[in-house]
């Protein structure tokens, strides 16, 4: 940039942030791919590469996001595929809601909507159905990771032994 920075007004110990680097910026080497781009009949194998989200119904990305991570650890995708119980308790049932969820997303191209999830949360750990004004408040992404591993952790045993 070629702004002239005695003009700046720059004050003594002011702070700077620096973004980027002084590399030379390169090219990709690929074109990135966008699923907007994709024919309509590349979908199906295209899901692969682009699987289905979650949708936001308003102040829910603290637990898209959680959902999303641990999604994607295979010892416990494959634990909430053989968990069954008629255990009644709220972690069973928190637990129910989630295979039932991680199957919907792993059987459709298109986002979902976590309703039956969500509203389980909010009953096992009513913190995450705290509103103001009538809106839900914005949470924290790893008060609801920890919340969700305790009730993972006190349900899911596998051959006498916690997957988590």
Known sequence: ???DLSKL???PGHIFMLIGTADELRAPEARPEFIEDVV???V????QLFPAGLSNLGNTCYMNSTLQV?????????ALLSFDSPNADPDARLTVNLRE????LGAQHNAVAPYMFLQELRNTYPQFAENEDGRYMQQ???ECFTQLLSSLRNI????????I
């Open 1 to 3: 940039d070629d702004a």
């Open 9 to 11: 007004n720059i004050k």
């Open 40 to 42: 309509s009949g590349d």
């Open 44 to 47: 199906a194998s295209a899901s």
């Open 70 to 78: 641990l999604r994607r650890v295979p010892e416990l995708s494959t």
């Open 101 to 104: 969820l991680y199957r919907q």
């Open 140 to 142: 924290d992404a790893e």
């Open 156 to 163: 899911l045993v596998v051959g006498g032994q916690n997957v």
